[in-house]
C-alpha cells in the first residue's frame, strides 16, 4: 500500500503524539511543527495510528493506489 502523507503545518501544534507513534516517520522541526522524515519509515496501520493520534487532526493519509483518503 503506497501512502502519501500530508502534515497542515498551520494547524500542528507540536503536541509530538506523531512523533511518539512512529518516530520513524515524524520528527518535529525547529518550530517545533511536525515534518515527514520518511514516508515508508513504518507500515501504514503505525502511520495512520500517528496520524489518530494528533489531537488538532492536522495530518491525512491518503492510499494512493486505491484513491481513498483513510485518515481523518
Not at 14 to 21: H, I, P, Q, S
Amino acid at each position: 500500500m503506497a501512502l502519501r502523507i500530508v502534515v497542515d503545518r498551520l494547524r500542528c501544534i507540536g503536541a509530538g503524539n506523531c512523533v511518539d507513534a512512529a518516530p520513524e516517520v515524524f520528527q518535529l522541526d525547529e518550530k517545533d511543527i511536525s515534518i515527514i522524515v520518511n514516508p515508508i519509515g513504518a507500515p501504514p496501520d503505525t502511520i495512520v495510528t500517528a496520524a489518530e493520534n494528533c489531537p488538532v487532526d492536522a495530518i491525512k493519509i491518503i492510499d494512493e493506489q486505491a484513491g481513498q483518503q483513510l485518515y481523518p
